[in-house]
C-alpha cells in the first residue's frame, strides 16, 4: 500500500477519506489493494479508513484484534453491535464524503461489494458513500513497469504457440484426424512447457460451437474437427510469477477451404468494429483526451449496427487485463454496463467484438491494448483476415 499516493488520490476526487470494510474476506479488492494476507482468518468484521489527509484509523474486533496490525494507523476495537456502531461513529468523525466498493444500481459488479445494510448504517451517520470504482482502477489496475514487461513475455510466448498451433490443427486433420478436446491439450502442454500458467481453458470451438462464445470443449463434448469446418481460438496465460499480467486473444479459420462470402463479411465486420475501437482509443491518447469504457465500446458496436448485425453482437467489446484474466480496471462496456471509468495510462485491456449466429458460426476477433502515457498500442499481432489451415 502506498499510503501518500492513495490520499493525494483521495484529495484530487475531493473525498474524505476511503473507507475499507470486510468480513469473512467477501471483499478481495481491499486485501490486495492494502497488501494484507488473503489467506488470513476473518470471521468478524473489521474497518480501516484512509483519510484524505492525517493518521489511517481502524476499527476490530477484540477476538481478532490483530488482523490489521500491519497497516499504519491508530486501532479501536469493539465487541458488541452496539460498540462496534460507536466506534464506527467516532472512527469516522470529520469525515463526509466516503468512497467504498460500491456501485450505485450495482452498476459495476466487480466493484459493489459491500452490503445494503452497512451503507444504510453508514448514511444514518449521515455519511455519502460514492463508488471506489476509479480509484480501484488506479490502485488495483495501473500495471507496474515489471507487471507490463511480464505482459510482452507471455505475448511473444502466446502468440508462437498459437501460430504453431494452427500448424498441428492442419497436420492433425490431414492426418488421423483430431477434435476440439485433444487440440485443447495440444495447447496446454504448450503453454505449461513455455513457463505459462492460465485460468481454465483455452477455449477449440468448431462450427456451430464458435456460436457459443464461452464454450469449453472437454472429455465427454468435443466435436472432431474436419475438412470445411469453421474453427475459433481463444487462448490466453500469463508467466508463472506473483504479479504477471496476463495476455488474452481470439482467431478464426477455416480448414482447407476458402471462407464463405457471409463467413469473410462477418469476420471483416468484426476486424473493422475492432479496429474502429482501436482508432477511438489512439486518438484519444495521442490528443491528451480522457475516454472511459464505454466510449470505447461505443465505436466498435456503432460499426456492427451499422453492418446490420447489432443483434448478434451480445457482449462488450472488452475486458480489463492484470493478474487477473478479467481484472478490475475499466472494461470497454456499453452494454452490459455503462462503464463511465477512464482507460488509465499503464493498464492493459483486450478490444474483442464478435458475431454470433446460433447453429451456424461466431466471429471474435481479439487483441490487447497497453495505454502509455501519450499514447496506446496493440501488444501483440493483429489478425487482418481469416487463417487458411
Not at 504448450?190 to 481454465?200: D, K, N, Q
Request: with cysteine; aromatic share 8%.
Amino acid at each position: 500500500m502506498n499510503l501518500s499516493d492513495i490520499q493525494a488520490a483521495l484529495r484530487d476526487q475531493h473525498l474524505d477519506g476511503w473507507l475499507f470494510y470486510d468480513h469473512h474476506h467477501r471483499d478481495p479488492l481491499a486485501y490486495r489493494i492494502l497488501g494484507l494476507d488473503e489467506n488470513a482468518l476473518v470471521t468478524r468484521r473489521w474497518f480501516y479508513l484512509i483519510p484524505a489527509d492525517g493518521e489511517p484509523k481502524k476499527l476490530v474486533h477484540r477476538i481478532e484484534s490483530g488482523r490489521l496490525d500491519s497497516l499504519p494507523g491508530s486501532k479501536l476495537e469493539y465487541s458488541s453491535w452496539q460498540e462496534l456502531e460507536a466506534g464506527l461513529s467516532k472512527l469516522l468523525t470529520g469525515s463526509r464524503r466516503l468512497a467504498m466498493q460500491y456501485s450505485p444500481r450495482n452498476a459495476i459488479m466487480a466493484i459493489s461489494l459491500v452490503d445494503a445494510g452497512t451503507v444504510e448504517v453508514l448514511r444514518e451517520m449521515g455519511k455519502e458513500i460514492v463508488s471506489s470504482a476509479d480509484l480501484v482502477s488506479q490502485f488495483e489496475a495501473v500495471l507496474s513497469e515489471a507487471q507490463i514487461a511480464s505482459h510482452y513475455v507471455a505475448q511473444e510466448k502466446l502468440d508462437q504457440i498459437l501460430t504453431e498451433g494452427w500448424r498441428e490443427l492442419g497436420r492433425r486433420v490431414r492426418g488421423a484426424g483430431t477434435d476440439e478436446f485433444a487440440m485443447v491439450d495440444y495447447l496446454q502442454r504448450a503453454m505449461r512447457s513455455e513457463g505459462l500458467v492460465w485460468e481454465h481453458g483455452p477455449n477449440m470451438s468448431c462450427g456451430a460451437n464458435s456460436a457459443d462464445s464461452h464454450y469449453e470443449p472437454d472429455a465427454e463434448r468435443s466435436l472432431a474437427i474436419r475438412r470445411g469446418d469453421f474453427v475459433l481460438i481463444d487462448i490466453w496465460a500469463k508467466l508463472d510469477k506473483p504479479g504477471s499480467c496476463f495476455y488474452d486473444i481470439t482467431w478464426t479459420g477455416v480448414v482447407d477451404r476458402e471462407p464463405s462470402e457471409r463467413e469473410q463479411l462477418v469476420f471483416q465486420t468484426v476486424r473493422d468494429a475492432r479496429d474502429a475501437a482501436i482508432r477511438a482509443i489512439q486518438r484519444a491518447y495521442k490528443a491528451g483526451l480522457p475516454i472511459a469504457g464505454w466510449q470505447a465500446d461505443d465505436a466498435a458496436r456503432a460499426v456492427i449496427h451499422g453492418a446490420g448485425f447489432g443483434e448478434w453482437f451480445t457482449h462488450r467489446t472488452g475486458h480489463n487485463i492484470a493478474t487477473e484474466l478479467h481484472g478490475n480496471g475499466a472494461h470497454l462496456d456499453n452494454l452490459e454496463t455503462h462503464d463511465e471509468r477512464l482507460l488509465l495510462p499503464n493498464t492493459c485491456f483486450s478490444v474483442e467484438p464478435g458475431l454470433y449466429f446460433p447453429g451456424e458460426f461466431g466471429v471474435r476477433s481479439e487483441i490487447n491494448m497497453m495505454t502509455r502515457p501519450g499514447h496506446a498500442v496493440v501488444t501483440g499481432r493483429i489478425q487482418t483476415e481469416l487463417v487458411r489451415i
